[in-house]
């Protein structure tokens, strides 16, 4: 054999190792994945890993992609039946999955990893990167942290030094329900630099009494299954409260502070600095 047919030769044994290897790796990942939360399905896409997913929840509306996918049921309870004619090798659920749900797909042999709602940013994150080590994206995972975590210092440097606004942050109605200090959306006020008004409470039923008595200088109103404006309008009648008299009452959208992606944590974050901080709003 010649010097020219050797390399040749060399040349196409590694292609082909390459190649096998690869396919070796994409064997190790799942390819069918169906996800039973929206945070879920936006982390997925957000890893480069839509084109994986076969079926979502009614709820999984982000990104537009996402809509065009099969639907298996809502957050809480899913089509098992359809779930097991999809062929999954793996689910994904949450922590508001149907226990039943996981049960019985487990029990046939199917793959299901449950991720518990994240209490605050940090576990969120931590969250971010065990996903990607279930699909084989851990390099992906710390580039948008990276950008993340770089976004949010930005803003926590913007704030740093400027007035603490005292804010409450309504999340329920029939009872009043708050956002207490042991709950996700209290880093979206502490990372803005804001006092949460409610985060020594011990419960997030609140009295409206309450508010009254700590007059926030904020009312941000999360629209989570409750009229915003019909909060808004109840809330204008207390007058001597200083978000009233100052109108600055706020709607904030329930998916972007309950289950938001980590780069979706900073891009929210972004907006309700500035509702916070008007100051900042006025040296644009």
């Not at 949010?152 to 440097?157: D, F, M, S, T």
């Amino acid at each position: 054999m010649n010097k020219k047919m050797f390399l040749i030769l060399i040349v196409f044994v590694c292609l082909v190792g390459g190649i096998f290897s690869a396919a070796l790796a994409s064997e190790k990942y799942p390819s069918r994945i169906i996800s039973l939360g929206p945070s879920i399905t936006e982390s997925l896409y957000l890893l480069g890993e839509g084109e994986r997913i076969i079926a979502v929840t009614t709820y999984c509306l982000r990104p537009i992609e996402a809509k065009k996918k099969e639907r298996v049921g809502s957050i809480r309870e899913s089509n098992v039946e359809k779930i097991i004619s999809l062929r999954p090798d793996l689910v994904i659920a949450t922590s508001l999955t149907s226990p039943r749900t996981v049960e019985k797909l487990r029990k046939i042999g199917i793959k299901v990893v449950v991720f518990a709602e994240p209490k605050n940013y940090v576990k969120l994150c931590e969250q971010f990167i065990e996903l990607s080590a279930l699909v084989g994206k851990e390099d992906a995972a710390a580039r948008v942290l990276t950008e993340t975590n770089a976004r949010i210092n930005v803003l926590r440097e913007k704030v740093r030094g400027l007035n603490s606004p005292a804010v409450f942050v309504q999340v329920g109605s029939k009872p009043l329900f708050a956002a207490t200090g042991n709950t996700f959306i209290n880093d979206f006020i502490v990372f803005s630099g804001a006092h949460n008004i409610a985060g020594d409470a011990a419960s997030g039923l609140y009295s409206r009494e309450e508010v009254l008595k700590r007059n926030p200088e904020v009312i941000l109103i999360v629209t989570m299954g409750i009229s915003g404006e019909q909060e808004k309008t109840i809330w204008e009648k207390y007058k001597t409260v200083d978000a009233v008299r100052n109108k600055r009452i706020y709607f904030v959208d329930s998916d972007k502070v309950c289950s938001p992606t980590p780069l979706g944590f900073a891009e929210t974050l972004e907006e309700i600095v500035l509702m916070l901080h008007l100051e900042l709003e006025e040296r644009k």
